[in-house]
């Protein structure tokens, strides 16, 4: 007689054990459901727009302001000290000076913003204090914005000039009262 044929007991007067497949189904069910809201909760929290009520850095995004910004100022001009006056406006404003120093190479048309991988709004907010610079994507650039003046730099925008070019480009900045749910 075999097992599976078989309705009554065995052999040795014991019914056979039917194995089920219920715990086994809802182990893997509730692990694939983990996983997958697990994984939708890392890509938003690591995604550039972190949802409707908080948003990441940047266009219309969570508030960002110039101490959150770490700045090298690098002269790439014949000018003496050009690096070294602007730097200490930007410090009036709020940022953060790394550094200050004379470029590699000289840059003879605008200033530009080099920033790395991840650092986009911090740059587009360096890049407001000034008339025109160009936006440069640094893969060497680490932990840090650089701001290379360039030969047609003259000086950089006024407070006034600024808050429009921050309005303009979407720009917020924090305001004394901030909300928790997205700090």
């Not at 097992?3 to 089920?20: K, W, Y």
């Not at 960002?64 to 090298?72: D, F, G, M, P």
Request: one cysteine or more.
């Amino acid at each position: 007689m075999s097992i599976l044929a078989s309705e009554g007991p065995d052999a040795g007067g014991r019914r056979p054990r039917r194995r089920s497949v219920r715990p086994y189904a809802v182990a893997v069910l509730s692990l694939g459901a983990f996983a997958g809201i697990a994984g939708g909760g890392w890509h938003l929290l690591h995604s550039e727009g972190a949802g409707p009520s908080c948003p990441g850095p940047g266009r219309s995004g969570r508030p960002l302001n110039e101490t959150a910004v770490v700045l090298r100022v690098l002269n790439g001009t014949s000018r003496s000290g050009l690096a070294r006056e602007t730097a200490s406006v930007l410090a009036t404003r709020g940022f953060h000076i790394a550094s200050v120093g004379n470029a590699s190479a000289p840059i003879r048309g605008r200033s530009q913003v080099r920033y790395p991988p991840g650092a986009t709004a911090q740059a587009r907010l360096v890049a407001t204090q000034l008339p025109t610079a160009a936006l440069v994507l640094d893969r060497k650039v680490k932990g840090h914005v650089d701001l290379v003046l360039g030969g047609r730099f003259a000086d950089l925008r006024t407070p006034a000039q600024v808050a429009a070019a921050k309005k303009k480009a979407g720009i917020r900045t924090p305001r004394a009262t901030a909300s928790a749910s997205c700090a």
